[in-house]
Antibody, heavy 119, light 107 residues
Framework: QVTLRESGPALVKRTQTLTLTCTFS??????????VSWIRQPPGKALEWLAL???????YYSTSLRTRITISKDTSKNQVVLTMTNMDPVDTATYYC???????????WGQGTLVTVSS | DIQMTQSPSTLSASVGDRVTITCRAS??????LAWYQQKPGKAPRLLIY???YLQSGVPSRFSGSGSGTEFTLTISSLQPDDFATYYC?????????FGGGTKVEIK
């Protein structure tokens, strides 16, 4: 079955760089049409899409965050990595990774990981 | 970026009610719209994709419609398990965006 799991630090300091890893199973990012995305949600607020990487290694970024984030994949390890530089307390959120296949929505999500940024 | 505006932001309803949530896009997204349900402390769950396609395993009381810039999510008969927050999301453009959410509360 398809699973995704986010991992990374629970606490980072202001100005540090955050690195999160999404480890998935049950599908391959080599398959045509397959994508993995990062999405975050500050406490009590709405979902915010961050970045997406597809099977062909094409990468897409949020317009407002593109200067700070990088998405990459290690297909052999079934992992997708998000790095976000210059973290600020406003970046405190639960960070999710999610899968999308072809023109469907995000059908599988990780449980999310809460990242707190201290000042 | 394409802006997604949901209305209402909060909705009070009773079990058995027919509920409609609207999502408007700032420009045409053809039918590249998905709807999600989220409960507190949980990841979102995909309900509808491509505006009107029901995700496998989702009850048939959920339906989606619309195209272009205006979309609706309808719950035909609200059940206790449906009290949650609902989000629309467009994926027409390379910069995906979510709506601000609609919280469905018990009346």
């Amino acid at each position: 079955q398809v699973t995704l799991r986010e991992s990374g630090p629970a606490l980072v300091k202001r100005t540090q760089t955050l690195t999160l890893t999404c480890t998935f199973s049950g599908f391959s990012l080599r398959s045509s049409g397959m994508c993995v995305s990062w999405i975050r949600q500050p406490p009590g607020k709405a979902l915010e899409w961050l970045a997406l990487i597809d099977w062909d290694e094409d990468k897409y970024y949020s317009t407002s965050l593109r200067t700070r984030i990088t998405i990459s994949k290690d297909t052999s390890k079934n992992q997708v990595v998000l790095t976000m530089t210059n973290m600020d307390p406003v970046d405190t959120a639960t960070y999710y990774c999610a899968r999308r296949y072809s023109a469907n929505g995000f059908d599988y999500w990780g449980q999310g990981t809460l990242v707190t940024v201290s000042s | 970026d394409i802006q997604m505006t949901q209305s209402p932001s909060t909705l009070s309803a009773s079990v058995g009610d027919r509920v409609t949530i609207t999502c408007r896009a700032s420009e045409s997204i053809t039918n590249y719209l998905a709807w999600y349900q989220q409960k507190p402390g949980k990841a979102p769950r995909l309900l509808i994709y491509k505006a009107s396609y029901l995700q496998s395993g989702v009850p048939s009381r959920f339906s989606g419609s619309g195209s272009g810039t205006e979309f609706t999510l309808t719950i035909s008969s609200l059940q206790p398990d449906d009290f949650a927050t609902y989000y629309c999301q467009q994926y027409e453009s390379y910069s995906l965006t979510f709506g601000g959410g609609t919280k469905v509360e018990i009346k």
